[in-house]
């Protein structure tokens, strides 16, 4: 942990190209920048500098504007093109291309800065040291969100493991306490006895059926912790048993719309789209006010699909944007479990209820690369 931690604060030298079709002009630059210690690649062409980037991670790049075959504009657009490349630094260098024109292109182009021949040598070094340095930062707190999400994961998998010992030691030491003491109890009722006695029996006959409520508490906590179906039959019967179970305790009519049959997956996997629907479960029956909840689960295309769709009073006027800060602790669970799986959710008010959209690719498969989206709507707390 500590290794991984000092790491990440000290992620090293970052890589500065520089681009030039002639060599003297490269070993320049060269001369200039080594004293800033960091790893510097040289490329005599468009062609050969796009071969780098596609290979390597670059902070920086320095190009000349003027170059045969893709001069420094043509470069530079192409570079911007690529997801990857949307946020380099680029920086002309010109002995040419000096009006306000040319900077204007240039920057439309995607460059940061634009460096008049002959060049300053410290300020060059200044220029590109500020744009290294905000490279390394971001690559640093990439980094360190990389260690907050392993961090993460650990805390909510460490939670999950101790609700199922919870769960257990509740059904199987308090619950079979339970049980024996109500066997214990329930010799001492015997039939065609004095009415003092009988009176007696009237007594223990109440504290029995007291006893009868705390052994279906008691087994309720504990499956509502840690369904054991979970485990033994997999996540189709967990979720029958608990959506039968909640229209029960709610009053909310609850559908869960499924295939007959529905095939095992990793139990990481099938314990956070079970916690998905609970918690969105809760958060209709605490704040929805809803008369109706619709539990839908698909399998399909290397994903596994589940939304959650009630008929209450929504979730805003859509007037209001999602801030983090706005989040309660019911969706904040939610989109932090999607987002271990990297996967997609999209809450939003449909007009006539909310709607809560999960997608999770499933093992062997992968989405499309992207952020969790959030229609621009408020969120009551959890």
């Not at 006959?205 to 509502?224: F, G, K, N, Y």
């Not at 912790?225 to 048993?241: C, F, K, Q, V, Y």
């Not at 996997?269 to 916690?275: H, S, T």
């Not at 009073?313 to 944007?321: C, D, T």
Request: charged residues 25%; contains cysteine; glycine residues 6%.
């Amino acid at each position: 942990m500590c290794s991984q931690m000092s790491a990440s604060s000290n992620p090293g030298p970052v890589n500065i190209l520089m681009v030039d079709d002639q060599p003297a002009k490269l070993l320049s630059y060269e001369v200039m920048l080594e004293e800033l210690g960091e790893s510097l690649l040289k490329a005599s062409s468009g062609r050969e500098a796009l071969e780098i980037l596609l290979k390597t991670d670059v902070a920086v790049v320095l190009m000349d504007v003027s170059m045969p075959e893709l001069d420094g504009f043509q470069l530079a657009e192409m570079i911007r093109e690529h997801p990857r490349f949307q946020k380099t630094a680029i920086i002309f260098i010109s002995a040419v291309h000096l009006t306000d024109l040319d900077r204007l292109k240039g920057y439309q182009r995607g460059a940061v800065d634009y460096i008049s021949v002959p060049v300053i040598p410290d300020l060059l070094r200044a220029k590109v040291s500020v744009f290294a340095e905000l490279h390394r930062k971001a690559r640093q707190l990439e980094l360190l969100n990389l260690e907050l999400r392993r961090l993460s994961h650990s805390l909510m998998t460490a939670q999950d493991e101790e609700r199922r010992r919870i769960a257990r030691e509740l059904h199987d030491g308090l619950g079979q306490d339970l049980t024996a003491a109500k066997m214990m109890l329930g010799s001492l009722v015997q039939p065609n006895q004095h009415t003092i006695e009988r009176r007696d029996n009237r007594t223990v006959t109440e504290v029995l059926s007291m006893m009868d409520s705390a052994i279906d508490q008691v087994r309720t906590l504990s499956h509502l912790l840690h369904p054991p179906l979970l485990d033994e039959m997999g996540l189709l019967s967990a979720l029958r048993w608990y959506t039968d179970g909640f229209a029960k305790r709610s009053g909310v009519v609850t559908i869960l719309d499924a295939p007959q049959e529905f095939p095992r997956l990793e139990p990481e996997l099938e314990m956070a789209v079970f916690k998905i629907v609970q918690e969105s479960l809760t958060n209709v029956f605490r704040h929805a006010e809803a008369k109706q909840a619709v539990v839908k689960l698909q399998e399909r295309a290397g994903s596994v699909t589940v939304s959650i769709v009630d008929n209450g009073k929504g979730i805003g006027n859509g007037s209001h944007e999602l801030h983090p800060n706005s989040y309660g602790i019911g969706v904040m669970g939610i989109k932090q479990r999607v987002e271990e799986f990297k996967g997609r959710v999209v809450l939003r008010d449909t007009g006539a209820g909310t709607s809560v959209e999960v997608e999770i690719p499933t093992p062997n498969s992968q989405l499309p690369a992207a952020v969790p989206r959030f229609s621009k709507l408020t969120v009551r707390p959890v």
